[in-house]
């Protein structure tokens, strides 16, 4: 079953995770000391932000080979959801605390790192969806048995 269509769901939402590591939240014009020194807010800016992404790059890796385990892989699919929500929430509250009082002064625009949270988000929701299909198509085969 790996290579059923949920395995590339999986797929893509490790990918949207692991993407997280090279590009920006957001970008700005000007460096600002002590935050947005490097003119970009990334998930290096913060220590949780780097482990919510790692743990959901790694889950959404190991669920695409629990395909024998169905229940465990929509469990962690769940988890990928879970972990795509808590990270976008964390990083918005850390930009808009330490970002609060310097935006009259630098310009910043929004990076591509933005959408790879809500993308993993989505593609964890299609790879359970899936999931529970396949499911679902299994239990009914066993009934007819």
Same mark, same amino acid.
Not at 38 to 55: E, H, P, R, S
Not at 63 to 73: D, E, S, T, W
Not at 100 to 120: Q, T
């Given at each position: 079953?790996?290579?059923?269509?949920?395995?590339?769901?999986?797929?893509? /939402?490790?990918?949207?995770? @692991?993407?997280?590591?090279?590009?920006?939240?957001?970008?700005?014009? +000007? /460096?600002?000391?002590?935050?947005?020194?490097?003119?970009?807010?990334?998930?290096?800016?913060?220590?949780?932000?780097?482990i919510?992404? /790692?743990?959901?790059? !790694?889950?959404?890796?190991?669920? +695409?080979?629990?395909?024998k385990?169905r229940?465990?892989?929509?469990?962690?699919?769940?988890?990928? +959801?879970?972990?795509? !929500?808590?990270?976008?929430?964390?990083?918005?509250?850390?930009?808009?605390?330490?970002?609060?009082?310097?935006?009259?002064?630098?310009?910043?625009?929004?990076?591509?790192?933005? @959408?790879?949270?809500?993308?993993?988000?989505?593609?964890?929701?299609?790879? /359970?969806?899936?999931?529970?299909?396949?499911?679902?198509?299994?239990?009914?085969?066993?009934?007819?048995?």
């Amino acid at each position: 079953m790996i290579q059923r269509i949920q395995t590339v769901f999986l797929l893509l /939402a490790a990918i949207a995770f @692991f993407l997280l590591f090279q590009f920006p939240f957001a970008v700005s014009d +000007i /460096a600002n000391p002590g935050f947005l020194e490097d003119k970009d807010f990334d998930i290096f800016d913060n220590i949780v932000l780097i482990i919510l992404t /790692a743990l959901g790059g !790694i889950i959404a890796l190991i669920a +695409i080979f629990m395909y024998k385990n169905r229940p465990l892989q929509i469990r962690l699919s769940y988890l990928i +959801i879970i972990l795509g !929500i808590i990270l976008i929430l964390v990083a918005a509250v850390l930009f808009y605390n330490e970002a609060a009082n310097i935006m009259e002064k630098v310009g910043v625009s929004d990076g591509i790192g933005l @959408f790879m949270p809500v993308l993993a988000f989505i593609f964890g929701f299609l790879a /359970a969806r899936y999931i529970r299909k396949d499911e679902k198509l299994v239990r009914s085969a066993d009934r007819l048995r």
